[in-house]
């Protein structure tokens, strides 16, 4: 992997509400995404993953210019990527494009295939028609569709099928860097594996760069070099994923590990164990994990950990005062 | 692939070419169609005035003054000036249906525009035309339409002006409401990445779409606009003399009301005939376009399911230990004149304390199995068309609708999926407890109480006398689904049936309403029928698990066996498809294709076209579900292990 | 609670400015000289002058509306110049005959309208359902000015069971009995067409209610079908169908005009159509903003009532 990072997110931020009433008086604010500060190479795969709530889809807008930051940073190939965003969206999405949780939502109903695969030909590449003839097919075939299903409308796809579309659609600008934001978590299992399989295929087809974002721990470890673990607007855990998936540090990675179903595991969890998030209108001064964490002290509550360098392995770095031990 | 997939579509498509059949969609409708015929009459007559044979409308000759109808030459007589009134009502719809058709298209483009851009803008631009309208709004209709004719002046264009401006809101709401719901949708965004600029998302992506609501609201008020110009001139301000449209007419006739009633009656009765037709009309197309109600969706559901099955199974023994026993169950969908089989003949066995997984992929019909038992698939357009469920020994489907709601929630009960949309939002978690608990047990109000903080308590949830008083709203996805779990639990249950309950959680969360069903089930002794998509979580709580496709079980039998040595090619595919926690380089395995529509099931074996082990044989004929190995069945004739797969 | 209905009361002036802005500036259109058209064309040379000066017609348009606002705040309406007597009480006493008929159009057509939407959400497809469903088509597509006509020629002409017009009769009236005689006939009229809305939408909210999930755990609970139906289903469709009976209380006070003028209740809805057709505009103006300031404060109500039914709104 090369020194400069293709993307970096300096500590990002993204504040919803906030302000002040025509009185004066000011309004409740919720922080979404705080401190976040990621990098991602080229050519690899980074999984965000975190639960319901922890701000990755935020995050993940952000990244593709949908929607700015509140402070910090987003830096794309050595260029601001929250002003380009700002005046000119098109270049930016030439380059970062975005796979959309609901396939069916995300594709117009009333519009036909071609139109929609046509769209960032004409809008961001000003392809002429014969270009963007050969391109389309070209899609399709990148996707695994036939390329007949051009002129029919998104209620005739099944579930599998619109993802693919999707994908094509984020491809056709022929970005460097794809978003990939729960792209199978609408789908049925079966179905998962072959979008999964399509997106590792192209991805060493075209040298594509992700950010894959889910809930789904098991997805995330299949796809990802390195992992994120968020936590309510927070990066709590991150490292190369095989190293933060066998060897959690952070107490609540350990958690999500622990709880994740899987064949042939009965779970260990114990059922009264509080599961409720902190009030994001009124968060705790330290972690946001203490109420939760069976390893806290006071100190836990009194100051926000940073997350730091954490073991042996390169990069690895965690957000605790006390971690769990490495191996 | 390529093949299988076109193959799967062609029925869709199929369908999907009867799109522009909107037409014939409407003249389906006998009322729609009665009305197209009236207003097109009307409407034709109306616009052949000119040519038709009919005196001056205008012309007074007040020696033939207040003639009864069917006199000679007056078909329907004359008014207080001796003019025709046939040929002014003739004349006066015209005017009447000009102003109202123009003052619908004024209202609608303007209020179209507003809404469009209100809600696609959202923010300052929304707030700022919305307040602007609600102002609009804050007057009685009609009362502003009046103060712009009186300061305007009265005359029949004033009318046609006021008439739209307060119309003007009717389509801003509705189209601002339209607009920021899509506006929100994903599609929005994809444009945007994909290059588009604010007006071209605004008017080539959310517009189409906008387009049936601009439509059937516009179908829905053009009726009452006339209704509102008529009434302008009724009340002498809108058309003015010589000029007369039907609201002046019946404004003229009024005042001769009690010695010559036909000059009102008359352009009264036109009126009504013209917007009772434009109505029924509206209506029609309403229902061709609005989604909500060709799916059906709009069909009550009774309180139980039909049962339509010819004759009940003989041999009523339940099989030895088993609560629940159900044989054949067969539960059919009708759409359209399609039948849909989406339960095909399934057979289960629960006993006590044991905890059976019913796991398959969407449309499986794993759900209808499961909610068909205590008839809770809605009729219509769901029937149980076969097949017997047994409760120790007593067959349900055989049982009487008070029976079978003294049965459901004491004997069984049930958990759902997304504890948000389960619980009523109007009342609160006690509310709701005391009824679940007073429903079978008649004890009074403190005790119902008492009993429900019991069950919060059982449940694990923290200060639960405090949390009685909560609405669901409040509480968070893991808190709700132990309520439901609370509520099912209040009386002592022998089935519980569990549909996804855990989908909708997080995974910590997951984890411990696993561990607390788990847990319970033990505690109360409690059978569990548990519908699911995820392997991983039947490995958490199931003893046994079935698999299902297409509407059958293709596999039965204990979780580990099943786990760990899958016998259907399905499952096997099933199971190997799913990354697993812990071995991110496992290669995975996709199913190709898409399964059946039930609805045109293949006569052989459902999964045979996706299926790489599949044979001539498989496709011949129906396979039957097979003994394999103790407690286990199998629906493949060339299954993955065991003596057979020698082929 | 009343924390909510202290800050909704509070949003609802805002709104009331609103109105006063609106009126003000429809005021303002008036083609030609406003003095004149307000003071009628038989007004001298010197009481225009005088009219000019006190509504400061010579001063800018914004300084003239805090002129006028100031007027309307100390309840000086201004004075009609076809009855000779200040707006405000001539409106004031309207207005109460108007609150009568409209108050009881209300009740009538949400009483009906929610039973016959219930029942005929409940019997769906049933000859109830579409008997309804025709009727209430009937209802909202009649003219209303010309049914209270019908009305008094079969019911009042011929049938004599009830006055053709007016509230009290003239000799010997104005106990209850003889106003609800009186009111019978345009109270019903009135309420025809806000039935069939009212009918209609609750019949849909019903239905749609009835396929919800929490419909489906109430019955998994064990609950009667009654109870689902008439506390779990009908409590949730009355939300969405509460803020319609707002809006329906606008047609209702709107449809009072013709109403009145159709029946001769000495409303203020007859009394708008006089001074429109007379040109009288300060008593149309002073007429329209306190209708529409009650309407304001009626879907107020409705707000307050749906927001105690609804947990989420608080």
Redesign the interface.
């Known amino acids: 992997m090369s020194d400069a990072p293709l993307l970096s997110i300096e500590k990002a931020e993204r504040v919803f509400g906030g302000g002040r009433t025509l009185f004066g008086q000011p309004k409740p604010a919720v922080h979404a995404v705080q401190d976040v500060t990621l990098e991602v190479h080229k050519g690899e795969t980074l999984g965000v993953v975190g ?2 709530g922890c701000g990755k889809s935020t995050l993940a ?1 952000m990244i ?1 210019g ?1 929607d700015a930051p509140t402070g910090g940073r987003i830096v794309f190939d050595g260029r601001d990527l929250v002003a380009e965003a700002g005046h000119d ?2 270049r930016l ?1 030439r380059e970062v ?2 796979v ?3 396939p069916v ?7 036909t295939i071609r139109t ?1 695969l046509e ?2 030909l ?3 590449l000003k392809l002429g028609k014969a270009d963007r003839e050969r391109r389309l097919i070209e899609l399709m075939d990148a996707v ?3 390329p ?1 299903f051009l002129e ?2 998104p ?4 579930g ?2 619109a993802q693919r579309i ?1 994908i094509a ?2 491809l ?2 022929d970005p460097k860097l794809i978003v990939l934001d729960e792209p199978v978590s609408a789908l ?7 979008v ?2 399509i997106l590792d295929d192209l991805k060493a087809r075209f040298g594509l760069t992700y950010v894959f974002i889910s ?1 789904d ?3 995330v ?2 796809v990802s070099d390195r992992v994120a673990v968020m936590y309510f607007g927070r990066v709590v855990e991150v490292g190369e ?2 190293t933060v ?1 066998r060897e959690p540090r952070h107490p609540y990675t350990h ?13 260990l ?5 509080n ?3 902190p009030d994001p209108y009124n968060p705790p001064p330290g972690c946001a994990f203490y109420a939760r964490c069976p390893r806290h002290t006071d100190q836990c509550n009194a100051q926000m950990p940073p997350l730091e360098d954490i073991g042996a392995e390169e990069g690895h770095r965690a957000a605790c005062f006390h971690p769990h031990e490495g191996r | 692939m390529a093949e299988a997939t076109s193959t799967a579509i062609k029925p869709v498509k199929r369908a999907s070419s009867g799109r522009p059949n909107t037409l014939a969609l409407l003249l389906n409708n006998t009322l729609a169609t009665a009305g197209l015929v009236v207003f097109g009459l009307i409407v034709l007559i109306a616009l052949a005035a000119p040519l038709l044979p009919l005196p001056d409308p205008d012309v007074t000759a007040p020696a033939n003054r207040l003639f009864r109808p069917l006199t000679e030459g007056h078909l329907l007589g004359t008014d207080a000036l001796g003019r025709d009134i046939l040929s002014r009502l003739i004349w006066g719809t015209r005017v009447s249906l000009l102003v109202g058709i123009s003052a619908t298209l004024i209202a609608a483009f303007f209020g179209s525009l507003i809404g469009l851009v209100a809600g696609y803008a959202g923010g300052r631009v929304d707030t700022l035309l919305m307040r602007g309208i609600d102002m609009v709004m804050a007057f009685p209709y009609i009362l502003l339409a009046l103060a712009i004719v009186a300061v305007l002046g009265p005359g029949l264009l004033n009318a046609l002006y006021a008439i739209a401006v307060v119309n003007i809101p009717f389509f801003a709401r509705n189209i601002r409401g339209i607009a920021l719901g899509l506006s929100r949708r994903e599609f929005v965004d994809a444009a945007r990445l994909s290059g588009k600029s604010n007006a071209q998302i605004l008017f080539i992506e959310v517009l189409p779409n906008v387009l049936p609501v601009i439509i059937i609201t516009m179908s829905t008020t053009i009726g009452w606009m006339i209704l509102e110009t008529a009434g302008l001139s009724f009340l002498g301000l809108g058309a003015q003399p010589p000029q007369a449209d039907l609201g002046s007419m019946l404004g003229d006739g009024r005042k001769i009301l009690f010695t010559a009633p036909h000059v009102s009656i008359i352009p009264g009765l036109m009126i009504f005939a013209l917007v009772m037709s434009i109505n029924l009309l509206g209506d029609g197309v309403r229902d061709v376009l609005d989604p909500r109600l060709k799916s059906g969706a709009l069909t009550r559901p009774v309180a139980r399911t039909a049962v339509t099955r010819e004759n009940a199974p003989q041999d009523m023994t339940p099989v030895a230990g088993a609560i629940l026993d159900v044989r054949g169950l067969k539960t059919e969908f009708r759409f359209g004149g399609q039948v849909y089989k989406a339960v095909g003949g399934v057979d289960m066995a629960v006993r006590r304390g044991e905890c059976l997984g019913i796991v398959g992929e969407s449309g499986s019909g794993k759900s209808v199995s499961a909610m068909s038992i205590m008839g809770l698939v809605p009729t219509p357009p769901g029937s149980i068309t076969g097949g017997v469920a047994l409760l120790k020994g007593e067959d349900l489907f055989a049982a009487s609708d008070e029976r079978i709601r003294q049965l459901r929630g004491s004997a069984v009960s049930h958990v759902f999926q997304d504890p948000l949309s389960t619980l009523h939002p109007l009342f609160t978690v006690g509310d709701q407890l005391v009824e679940a608990i007073q429903a079978h047990d008649p004890v009074s109000k403190t005790q119902a109480r008492e009993k429900a903080i019991d069950l919060l308590t059982m449940v694990r949830i923290p200060n639960p006398a405090e949390r009685l008083k909560s609405y669901p709203h409040e509480l968070s996805g893991g808190m709700r689904q132990r309520v439901c779990i609370a509520m099912a639990l209040a009386h002592d249950a022998q089935i519980i049936i569990a549909d996804e309950p855990t989908t909708a959680l997080d995974v910590t969360v997951q984890a411990q309403v696993l561990s607390l069903m788990n847990t319970l089930r033990k505690e109360h002794d409690a059978g569990i029928l548990f519908i699911t998509h995820d392997f991983g979580v039947v490995s958490a709580i199931c003893d046994r698990v079935a698999v299902m496709y297409a509407g059958q079980f293709v596999e039965t039998g204990t979780t580990e066996e099943i786990l760990s040595a899958p016998a259907h090619p399905y499952t096997a595919k099933l199971i190997d498809c799913v990354p697993v926690l812990g071995q991110p380089d496992r290669r995975l395995d996709a199913i190709e294709g898409r399964p059946p529509v039930v609805n045109n099931l293949p006569v052989g074996c459902a999964f045979a076209a996706r299926c790489p082990r599949a044979q001539e044989d498989c496709r011949a004929a129906p396979i039957p579900l097979t003994e394999f190995g103790e407690g286990r069945t199998v629906r493949c004739i060339h299954p993955l292990t065991g003596e057979t797969t020698d082929v | 609670m009343s924390a909510y209905i202290a800050k909704r009361l509070l949003a609802a002036i805002p709104v009331l400015f609103g109105l006063t802005i609106i009126v003000f500036l429809i005021m303002a259109m008036i083609p030609g000289d406003p003095a004149t058209a307000i003071l009628g064309s038989y007004a001298t040379p010197e009481n225009v002058e005088r009219l000019t000066r006190q509504l400061g017609l010579d001063k800018p348009l914004w300084q003239q509306y805090f002129i006028w606002l100031g007027n309307m705040l100390q309840g000086d309406f201004g004075r009609s110049y076809t009855l000779n007597r200040p707006v405000i009480d001539e409106v004031l006493e309207r207005f109460s005959a108007t609150l009568i008929l409209a108050g009881t159009s209300l009740l009538l057509c949400s009483v009906f309208g929610l039973i016959a939407g219930v029942v005929s959400a409940v019997r769906q497809y049933s000859w109830v359902d579409k008997t309804v469903t025709f009727v209430v088509l009937v209802g909202i597509s009649v003219p209303s000015f010309w049914l209270g006509l019908l009305l008094i020629l079969v019911f009042a002409v011929n049938l004599k069971w009830f006055p053709a017009s007016g509230m009290y009769a003239i000799y010997g009236g104005g106990d209850l009995p003889d106003l609800l005689k009186h009111l019978f006939l345009p109270a019903i009229t009135l309420a025809v067409v806000a039935t069939g809305v009212i009918a209609r939408l609750t019949r849909t909210a019903m239905l749609e209610v009835l396929r919800q999930d929490f419909i489906r755990t109430a019955r998994a609970k064990g609950v009667t079908e009654n109870k689902v139906i008439y506390k779990h289903a009908f409590k949730a469709a009355l939300v969405t169908v509460i803020p319609v009976i707002g809006i329906q209380a606008g047609f209702v006070l709107g449809g009072a005009v013709y109403i009145e003028t159709v029946f001769q209740w000495p409303g203020i809805g007859s009394m708008l159509v006089k001074a429109i057709s007379t040109r009288d505009l300060l008593l149309v103006q002073g007429g329209v903003l306190v209708v529409a300031a009650a309407y304001v404060l009626f879907n107020l109500a409705a707000d307050v009532v749906q927001t105690i039914l609804d947990p989420r709104l608080r």
């Not at chain 1, 939502?105 to 519009?111: G, H, W």
């Open positions: 639960e319901s807008r593709v949908l969206l098109r999405s494009q975005y959309f949780q609901d939502a995300s594709l117009n109903p009333r519009k929609i769209a960032p004409i809008h961001l695994n569709l036939a007949e029919r409308y209620h005739e796809f099944s599998g099928q999707g659609r984020a056709a600008a049925d299992v079966s179905v998962q594996a072959q999964l399989n809930h721990l098991s997805v470890e299949s994923g095989r998936f958690l999500l590990l622990k709880s994740a179903p899987a064949p042939g595991r009965r779970s969890i114990a059922e009264d164990a599961t409720e998030l």
